[in-house]
């Protein structure tokens, strides 16, 4: 069983800095490959930022350049920092673990956190 806990959102005009926190439990967090996801109002949730258990990522052509993912697998934590915020931006934000048991893909979810860009 894997926790996933998001912190850090907020409201921040256009411009600003954001960053999200995801605290993780359960054994399988080393080995997962760690994700944030948004959904913005009306909007299907869609991938923001990855990063593998190896520590190569990837990001939304939307984001790249302005937000930057990392994880930190002693303290069990990962984290998204988000620069040059925009309005657009404006969505719940999900982190998201997924990992092979064994037997198959787990796919385990926060509970989101709201960012609010204003203009």
């Known amino acids: 069983q894997v926790q996933l806990v998001e912190s850090g959102g907020g409201l921040v005009q256009a411009g600003g800095s954001l960053r999200l926190s995801c605290a993780a439990s359960?054994?399988?967090?080393?080995?997962?490959?760690m994700g944030w996801y948004r959904q913005g109002p009306g909007k299907q949730r869609e991938l923001v930022a990855g990063?593998?258990?190896?520590?190569?990522?990837n990001y939304a052509g939307s984001v790249k350049g302005r937000f930057t993912i990392s994880r930190d697998n002693v303290k069990n934590m990962v984290y998204l920092q988000m620069n040059s915020l925009k309005p657009e931006d404006t969505a719940v934000y999900f982190c998201?673990?997924?990992?092979?048991?064994?037997?198959?893909?787990?796919?385990?979810w926060g509970q989101g956190t709201q960012v609010t860009v204003s203009s």
């Open positions: 998201n673990a997924n990992f092979w048991d064994g037997s198959s893909w787990r796919d385990y």
């Open positions: 359960g054994s399988m967090f080393s080995s997962s490959f």
């Open positions: 990063v593998s258990s190896g520590g190569i990522t």
